[in-house]
């Protein structure tokens, strides 16, 4: 199974800036996925990034707030501009192996405070 | 017994009891199911899948139900333990889609009572 590794595993920022939240997978992988889970709930994806091609955000997302970055088959970045405390949230990446009939791994999570 | 807390639902049993830990999904469409376990600050972690032409999958102290009538899914973990203790989400996709997209339930809280 995949290993996925995200920095900084927390940080607390102020409002008004912009964290970029690194994701690291110990094998090449096409599909990257990042999601958000606000306290005390379920994951929501925000995007869908492949290599090669632009991120697919879902509804409610855009990519002046979310911008990702997919420039290898390793490695994704997703940054949250302009924050708000409304952006707080644990910010997880994930990858799916193979075909599409296969389990999904997740990273560790980024816990994001905005202050 | 189970009760709606702030956020998610809670369910709490005795060590060694087993438990039922249930989700309703939405799209009639989805052929594919997991349920994940996500441990206080750590990323779900897999815990059993099932596909839709199957309805009872087992694993290793875990059971995975679908029924496909009613768009149901339930795990049911064997003589529970302290271990046990986390926050259970079920997740569903669509094969045919072509997204790859994991759609993920509310989540319950299982709480394990020693």
């Known amino acids: 199974s995949a290993v996925i590794s995200q920095k900084p595993s927390r940080d607390i920022c102020q409002r008004g800036t912009s964290l970029t939240i690194q994701c690291q997978v110990d094998?090449?992988?096409?599909?990257m996925f990042w999601y958000r889970q606000q306290p005390g709930q379920s994951l929501t994806l925000i995007a869908t990034?492949?290599?090669?091609?632009?991120?697919?955000?879902e509804s409610g997302f855009v990519i002046d707030k979310f911008p990702i970055s997919r420039p290898n088959l390793t490695f994704s970045t997703l940054t949250v501009s302009n924050m708000s405390p409304e952006d707080s949230s644990i910010y997880l990446c994930s990858t799916r192996e193979g075909t599409m009939n296969t389990e999904a791994f997740f990273g560790q999570g980024t816990r994001l405070t905005v202050v | 017994g189970e009760s709606v807390g702030l956020h998610l639902p809670t369910l709490s049993v005795q060590e060694g009891d087993n438990s039922i830990i249930n989700c309703a999904y939405s799209n009639s469409a989805s052929d594919y199911f997991i349920w994940y376990k996500q441990e206080s600050g750590k990323g779900p972690q897999f815990i059993i899948d099932?596909?839709?032409?199957?309805d009872k999958r087992q694993g290793q102290r875990v059971t995975v139900l679908l029924n496909k009538t009613v768009k149901h899914l339930s795990l049911q973990i064997a003589a529970t333990q302290p271990g046990d203790s986390a926050v259970y989400f079920c997740a569903e996709t669509e094969s045919g889609a072509g997204s790859y997209q994991l759609t993920f339930g509310k989540g319950t809280k299982l709480s394990v009572i020693p």
């Open positions: 094998s090449q992988v096409t599909m």
């Open positions: 099932i596909r839709s032409n199957m």
């Open positions: 990034a492949n290599q090669g091609s632009e991120a697919t955000y």
